[in-house]
């Protein structure tokens, strides 16, 4: 989350391209640094019914009643790597188990097929499928650890007819937006749904196909099954990685690496990890810096890979280099090789060893001395998702990592302390610092932050709960006032409470809404933490004035103003409108089965990874250690 500035985003090095918002780069005469801106059809038909069987098989072997026979299930399954119930073969005998709940061992594991499978003898008994062929303790233990159930379309259906119908015109949303790109701008990063063609940008240094990369996640818990298998299809087939552009780490890992780890913990297919781990190797070379701390930019592939933009020292931003954590950690549990987590660990020390003013951390860092370039703190661009993932990386652990934990309630601290006011009308935000002096601005950006405390406050000390909900209600109440006080019901990008602003944007150029989630994200984290309907309520207006500004007959388009009266597109539907927005809405209104948050942790473009249980990581004997 960090530059998310206007339409496709540009960083501070310039390698996020809007198309119409304004990029300013102040250098600031009292030692600021950087500040910135202003901002087949029935052949898949067919598999898809297979998987639906395969949901029946996998229920009834959970509740430990006999399992349906097996017949051609079990060759379905392994068409499109779906997931299996697998009877446990015995350690000590390779002998297998029967194929009830139950094994010799007293558990039942719960795999996804893959090609990689391809080499093993299955058999078929009871409609269970066993392999005959041991696997290697790191294979079997990440799939045991990690891969979690299928997600099926009935997975988080929720009981109460409205929320159906309104899951249901989520669901329909989220094909129309997939249709129209998939009509006009295939393979390309992003729809422009009123010049029907593709949005390349730069951002990503030649990768193409963002959109479909960012939906799998979507297009698979959302059960629209054709157009995953033709997302999956697109990936095997067309996901070049050797491209040789200049591309923005941060960027490339949220989007790309996040979407393949997603894809790969959900559906089980090879493809996804195979393409992961050759991805996450590219980007490596952006570390090579005297500190480590990378740059912003890396050319993913040819003769002169190497990070760039920088080896005289320019800015490294916060946002970027602090949200990594996640995404890295998953490579080295998936190549079974430190190398990844040793980079994030290194950053995240020498993150915790500097001096902050005032206990905050600037946004942007110099990754040759090491040392802050200026002092403008902000938990919207430039900031935002290095504080989240510190919780997320806490939480993704299973709460293990306690470096993570104490370095994310002393951030949160200091933004309290520093940062957080009440409006003289009454609403609570959270204001700019730049050096001391208080910005009164907050954008649609810090909006996720709202959803960040909500689900860090029960982590934290019992006495400051309470305190961190409620504050967590109260940003996510303000970030509504932004959407509410407007005509349109979409919020602006940037608000302000000064000069007799309240959450509102006085200046022409932060009125617009480019399809961003931030807001239905706190409110879905704050529906699954309190069960307050109001949430539920607020995501359905946000999704109707989505509906009624947003839609073109050929696909969703950010708006310019949102307090305009005359409606005017900016042109570009977000590959994040797919794997955010889209999706946020849908779990707001699913139950909570649907990727439980004790069990999934979402990154910083909504691509659900799993929590690695303390006993997994341990056992394979790199986790990493956190205490330092
Ligand atoms: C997304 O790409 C991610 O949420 C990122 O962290 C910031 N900006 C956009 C959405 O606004």
């Known amino acids: 989350m960090i530059f998310k ?67 051609p299930i079990g060759a379905a399954q392994f068409d499109i790597g779906v997931l299996r119930i697998q009877s446990q073969l015995s350690s000590s005998n390779g002998k297998q188990t029967n194929n009830n709940k139950e094994s010799s061992q007293g558990t039942v594991s719960m795999e996804h097929t893959s090609e990689g499978d391809a080499a093993d003898n299955k058999v078929h008994t009871r409609g269970v499928v066993v392999s005959s062929r041991a696997r290697s303790p790191v294979r079997v233990k990440l799939r045991n650890c990690m891969l979690k159930p299928p997600y099926l379309a009935n997975y988080g259906k929720p009981s109460d007819p409205e929320s159906l119908q309104r899951r249901e015109k989520v669901k329909e949303m989220m094909k129309f937006a997939w249709d129209n790109y998939k009509r006009y701008a295939w393979g390309e990063n992003e729809l422009r749904p009123l010049s029907r063609n593709g949005n ?13 990369v960012d939906s799998l996640d979507t297009l698979y818990i959302m059960g629209l099954g054709e157009e995953y298998q033709e997302a999956k299809e697109w990936v095997e087939n067309n996901l070049n990685l050797n491209v040789g552009g200049e591309a923005s780490l941060f960027e490339v890992n949220i989007r790309y690496v996040g979407g393949l780890l997603s894809a790969y913990y959900l559906t089980g297919e090879e493809v996804f990890k195979r393409k992961v781990v050759e991805l996450g190797r590219n980007l490596l070379p952006a570390f090579n810096t005297p500190t480590g701390i990378p740059h912003g930019v890396v050319i993913l592939a040819g003769d002169s890979r190497r990070s760039s933009g920088g080896d005289l020292g320019r800015s ?13 950690v998953h490579l080295s549990e998936l190549t079974n090789d430190p190398i990844y987590t040793e980079k994030v660990m290194n950053i995240r ?70 940062l957080v006011q009440r409006s003289p009308g009454g609403l609570i935000y959270v204001a700019e610092w730049r050096g001391g002096i208080l910005d009164h601005r907050m954008s649609h950006l810090a909006c996720f932050s709202g959803g960040m405390i909500g689900i860090g406050a029960e982590h934290g000390s019992p006495e400051t709960r309470q305190h961190q909900l409620d504050l967590a209600a109260n940003i996510t109440h303000t970030c509504h006032e932004s959407y509410r006080r407007t005509p349109t019901k979409l919020g602006p990008e940037v608000f302000r409470f000064d000069d007799g602003a309240e959450a509102s944007a006085p200046r022409v150029n932060e009125r617009h809404y480019i399809l961003r989630p931030e807001v239905v994200e706190s409110y879905m984290y704050m529906w699954r933490l309190t069960h307050d309907p109001k949430y539920r309520e607020w995501g359905w207006e946000a999704l109707e004035a989505l509906e009624r500004h947003c839609r073109l007959a050929t696909g969703y388009s950010g708006i310019i103003d949102v307090y305009g009266h005359i409606i005017q ?26 990727l439980p948050l004790k069990d999934w942790v979402f990154n910083t473009e909504a691509h659900p990874l799993p929590v690695i249980p303390r006993n997994c990581s341990q056992e394979r004997g790199h986790r990493p250690n956190w205490t330092h």
């Open 5 to 71: 500035t206007l339409a496709g985003k540009t960083s501070f090095v310039g390698h996020r391209l809007p198309q119409t918002f304004l990029f300013l780069l102040f250098l600031g005469s009292l030692g600021f640094g950087a500040l910135f801106f202003l901002p087949e059809t029935s052949r898949l038909k067919r598999i898809f019914q297979h998987n639906s069987d395969n949901s029946a098989v996998i229920t009834d072997s959970m509740n430990g009643q006999s399992a349906q026979p097996s017949s």
């Open 316 to 328: 490294s931003v916060l946002a970027e280099f602090g949200t990594l954590h996640l995404e890295f």
């Open 349 to 418: 020390k020498h993150l915790n060893q500097l001096d902050k003013p005032r206990g905050l951390y600037p946004n942007a860092l110099n990754p040759v001395s090491g040392n802050w370039e200026q002092h403008y703190v902000s938990i919207g661009a430039l900031g935002d998702s290095f504080y989240e993932y510190l919780i997320k990386s806490y939480l993704m652990s299973d709460r293990t990592d306690e470096v993570a934990k104490r370095m994310y309630y002393a951030a949160l601290e200091a933004i309290e302390n520093n």
């Open 569 to 594: 597109h900016d042109n570009l539907q977000q590959s994040f409108f797919l794997a955010e927005t889209l999706k946020y809405l849908y779990l707001l209104f699913s139950d909570d089965d649907l």
């Open 200 to 212: 390349d940008g730069r951002t990503f240094g030649g990768l193409r196909g963002a959109s479909i």
